[in-house]
């Protein structure tokens, strides 16, 4: 089945600069890929959904990029604030009835 | 829209109790999906339903645990005979169908269960 690898567990940056966070699969059907956003007592909330004919997206600071070669999916976060300091995870699919795959998850601290 | 609403957001009980958690989909989402959240194994699916018929329960431990949806606005999670390791985060998500298929995930805020 699909394997999701998420990196790095934790990631500190200093408020302004960028947080990139990368995440690897295997299945090479997988065409569907999420980022998601975990504030303490909180769910997962949506960032950005990508379908697999699109390379780059960018939203509100945020950046992803997917290579479908190399099967790796990442999350830039440009200027990071405070604000920004939560758990991400990236989630993949295959879509029609096949399931979602999380990673572990990252733990980001902005420093002000 | 109010979202995913989970009902209750904590719970605690004791050993051996039983535990029935609840979650309400957004309306007109037809897939719920039923993930279990701990700091060790983090996200673990636990089952899917989809127009209320349940689709994948692979992530459901055989004993003492069970889930239904009876009708397309709530699904309920029951775990009996609790046990201190099923302490953890359960996440209630809803998807929209399109050709039958769902599509991204919607979180509700999740139950907190303890078990002492």
């Known amino acids: 089945g699909e394997q999701v690898e998420q990196r790095p567990p934790h990631l500190s940056v200093p408020e302004g600069d960028s947080a990139v966070i990368i995440c690897t699969y295997t299945d090479s059907a997988t065409a569907y890929f999420y980022w998601y956003k975990q504030e303490p007592g909180a769910g997962l909330q949506l960032l950005m959904s990508?379908?697999?004919?699109?390379d780059r997206k960018e939203e509100q600071g945020l950046t992803v990029l997917l290579n479908k070669k190399d099967k790796q999916l990442s999350l830039n976060l440009t200027a990071a604030h405070p604000g920004d300091s939560a758990v991400y995870f990236c989630?993949?699919?295959?879509?029609?009835?096949?399931?979602?795959?999380f990673g572990k998850g990252t733990s980001l601290t902005v420093i002000p | 829209n109010a979202g995913v609403i989970q009902t209750p957001r904590h719970k605690v009980t004791g050993k051996g109790q039983e535990a029935t958690l609840w979650c309400e989909p957004i309306?007109?989402?037809?897939?719920v999906f039923w993930y279990r959240q701990t700091i060790v194994q983090g996200l673990e699916f636990l089952t899917y339903f989809r127009n209320q018929a349940p689709i994948d329960d692979s992530g459901m431990p055989k004993e003492r645990f069970s889930a239904q949806m009876p009708n397309q606005s709530h699904s309920t999670l029951k775990i009996q005979s609790t046990q201190p390791q099923d302490s953890a985060v359960y996440l209630c998500?809803?998807?929209?169908?399109?050709?039958?298929?769902?599509?991204?995930?919607?979180f509700g805020s999740g139950t907190r269960l303890t078990v002492l």
């Open positions: 989630a993949v699919s295959a879509g029609g009835y096949q399931n979602f795959y």
């Open positions: 990508v379908f697999s004919n699109v």
């Open positions: 309306s007109g989402h037809s897939a």
């Open positions: 998500a809803s998807s929209l169908c399109w050709g039958g298929a769902p599509e991204t995930l919607y």
